[in-house]
């Protein structure tokens, strides 16, 4: 059976790093320590490294998380598949995860998808984004026909995608394709400066603090 290509926002193989800590959460699924605060701070998940073909724990984590719950995910992540990136989006908005989203590292491709679908998102002057059009790419040999119709299929994704994106971002479409295409490096400040998202830095207290202190 031939595997169907694999549309990705993140960077080519080439160029992508190892994925660092992967996905993780804390406290675990089991909710073991102290009880969730969900008035206040509430939980906390880290989204990091790829996200790959495989990523059954990604989803499980949000889907941990009590509905219409309150907490904050750490983003630094290259990318990976859109579809993942669109899953996760889905379940953020879906479940009524009213989470807020803080650019630690890297937050680019895929990953700027669920970052987007935050209801609140913060980004330190040292954040990097990429925005770039969706790549298709697969190991397996694929038919002439199959091709040109992957590539009508990811034209009308891709068109999709930067809808959805603009809309969860609360900007026009027209902001997000000038750095996608051909493709563009964002800064946390630049991010920021179009209104997409607030500052915080390293040296200003702990994130919840600044997050407070940006509410008033």
Not at 7 to 36: I, T
Not at 59 to 75: A, D, M, Q, V, Y
Not at 109 to 129: D, I, K, N, Q, W
Not at 135 to 154: C, D, I
Request: glycine share 10%; proline share 6%; aromatic share 8%.
């Amino acid at each position: 059976m031939t595997k169907s290509p694999n549309p990705r926002r993140g960077r080519s193989r080439d160029e992508e790093p190892k994925p660092r800590s992967g996905y993780r959460a804390y406290p675990g699924p089991a909710w073991a320590g102290p009880p969730f605060d969900g008035q206040r701070n509430g939980w906390e998940i880290v989204i990091a490294g790829e996200l790959a073909d495989k990523p059954g724990d990604l989803h499980e984590h949000l889907l941990n998380l009590p509905r219409n719950s309150t907490g904050t995910i750490f983003f630094d992540s290259c990318g990976g598949s859109a579809y993942i990136g669109l899953a996760l989006a889905s379940l953020i908005r879906l479940r009524g995860l009213n989470a807020v989203g803080v650019v630690a590292g890297e937050c680019s491709s895929a990953a700027l998808m669920p970052l987007a679908a935050c209801a609140e998102r913060f980004v330190t002057p040292h954040a990097t984004l990429l925005f770039h059009p969706i790549r298709w790419q697969s190991e397996e040999q694929v038919r002439l026909e199959e091709a040109a119709e992957w590539a009508r299929h990811f034209t009308l994704m891709e068109a999709d995608h930067d809808i959805l994106l603009a809309k969860m971002f609360g900007c026009e479409v027209e902001q997000i394709k000038r750095w996608c295409h051909p493709g563009r490096f964002v800064s946390g400040q630049e991010l920021v400066d179009a209104g997409l998202a607030k500052m915080v830095d390293l040296f200003s207290g702990d994130f919840w603090k600044q997050r407070d202190a940006s509410r008033k």
